[in-house]
């Protein structure tokens, strides 16, 4: 198992959607829906972290994710470091978890970890001190956890608390996606009605990652009747050469655009995690017409982390 659960199933660190009980992930998303008006200003939530002192670690590029956490983790009064891979002594060689055990010494108590390998923040768990928390944004292509959680808070936001009831389509390059393999285990979790995958067979996982659900690559079929659609980047940085023919078929075949999205329900609405590679996997209109639930995802981002930080940390 993953270990980010202690002898009395609660969470000590988060590093994986993957098995976790639906009442640990409907507590989270409960919590988070609350705190959303706290998400946006106020210092009313300052004492809940007052004294610990968190740190941003990340070995890859980050826009949302870090600063989400860091605002997150400021609007519940904790001592924030941000730790740049780019200006740090891992330049001259220091390994990952020298590093976690330098900051460890300095009193930092909780540990926010982007990494490009697989596996790497949980490896980082193993090492880290009883009582040290250690918080998965994102390892290779595996794991997302607060990108699964914000996602499922949107839709339980647009489409109600009953997942039972709701159709949802992924679309794009599953093979690289993080986000996607997170949401599927959210949205198996909670009992999603009906979970789609749409992409060309290069970038759709084997194994065992789609079981339950249904798989096609014939966009305008699987978009009938959705009442979400979530599109993925593609991954260009992920990729190995020949997996799509050119950016232009991709986009022909796999693309969202707004004549495509009337094949969705009427009131379907749009997701993408971001960033977006506009004109690629979806169009300006799209992106950025009424059905779209992208800003609402990066502001949701704020509240899944407050309510991730005061879980673990508070
Ligand atoms: N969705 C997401 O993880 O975005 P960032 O890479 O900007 O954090």
Do not use: W
Not at 35 to 42: I, P, Y
Not at 78 to 101: I, M, P, R
Request: glycine letters at 10%; hydrophobic letters at 45%; aromatic letters at 2%.
């Amino acid at each position: 198992m993953s270990g980010q659960l202690d002898d009395a199933g609660k969470l000590k660190h988060l590093l994986t959607l993957e098995g976790m009980p639906r009442s640990v992930l409907e507590a989270l998303l409960k919590r988070a829906d609350a705190l959303a008006t706290h998400a946006h200003g106020g210092n009313g939530m300052r004492g809940v972290l007052h004294g610990k002192a968190v740190c941003t670690l990340f070995f890859e590029a980050s826009t949302r994710t870090r600063c989400s956490f860091s605002l997150a983790a400021q609007r519940l009064g904790a001592d924030l470091l941000n730790f740049d891979a780019s200006t740090a002594s891992t330049t001259k060689g220091e390994t990952d978890v020298d590093t976690l055990k330098t900051l460890e010494a300095m009193g930092v108590h909780g540990f926010i970890v982007r990494h490009k390998m697989d596996g790497a923040v949980a490896a980082l768990a193993r090492a880290a001190l009883p009582g040290t928390v250690l918080i998965n944004a994102g390892d290779g292509r595996s794991n997302h956890p607060t990108q699964g959680l914000l996602d499922m808070l949107t839709l339980q936001q647009a489409k109600g608390p009953d997942f039972s009831a709701m159709k949802v389509l992924i679309v794009g390059d599953v093979k690289h996606s993080r986000v996607a393999r997170s949401d599927l285990h959210a949205l198996h979790a909670l009992r999603t009605g009906e979970v789609r995958v749409c992409g060309p067979a290069s970038l759709l996982p084997g194994g065992d990652t789609l079981r339950g659900c249904m798989v096609g690559d014939d966009l305008d079929a699987m978009l009938d009747g959705v009442d979400a659609v979530m599109m993925l980047r593609l991954q260009r940085e992920r990729m190995v050469e020949g997996l799509i023919t050119s950016l232009e078929d991709y986009h022909r075949d796999f693309g969202l655009t707004k004549a495509r999205l009337q094949h969705a329900a009427p009131d379907a609405i749009v997701m993408h995690p971001g960033p977006m590679n506009r004109g690629i996997e979806i169009t300006d209109d799209v992106a950025d017409g009424p059905q779209s639930r992208v800003l609402q995802q990066v502001a949701n981002g704020v509240a899944v982390r407050m309510a991730v930080l005061e879980t673990l940390l508070g």
